[in-house]
């Protein structure tokens, strides 16, 4: 059993926590270098930026750029390289806001569509086994 904000407890997701586990251990295995795809709907592009719980430093480098949305920030970057352009975004906050990203982005898919989606970014970072 898991407490949400309001303090009501309820069944934990077992297989949301499956597939976040596998996809930190894949950021673990490609760091620094991890590609994924975007798949977007509206409310994951209209989620605020603080959906992706972030550190506070992170968190205000990108509000201090002006990013509000998901949407903001990812019309914005193409990659690593944009968020470097980023005033005090160093190599730590920008490995976060990449890892949460591709948290976020696993998580706001389908139960369903986690492993498949998890098996193609496998294949597009050279990990298949």
């Not at 407890?9 to 297989?15: E, L, P």
Request: include cysteine; hydrophobic fraction near 35%.
């Amino acid at each position: 059993m898991v407490r949400n904000e309001q303090g009501i407890f309820r069944k934990a997701d077992t297989a949301g926590g499956e597939y976040e586990a596998q996809a930190e251990q894949l950021c673990r295995l490609c760091p620094g270098s991890l590609r994924f795809p975007v798949y977007a709907d509206a409310g994951y592009m209209q989620a605020d930026i603080e959906a992706l719980e972030l550190s506070v430093r992170s968190y205000n480098c990108l509000k201090r750029a002006g990013f509000v949305t998901v949407r903001d920030l990812l019309k914005s970057i193409h990659g690593r390289e944009d968020l470097f352009r980023i005033r005090n975004c160093g190599k730590r906050s920008v490995e976060e806001i990449m890892l949460h990203l591709f948290r976020y982005q696993v998580m706001c898919l389908r139960p369903e569509s986690r492993g498949e989606y998890l098996q193609e970014v496998r294949e597009l970072n050279g990990l298949c086994a």
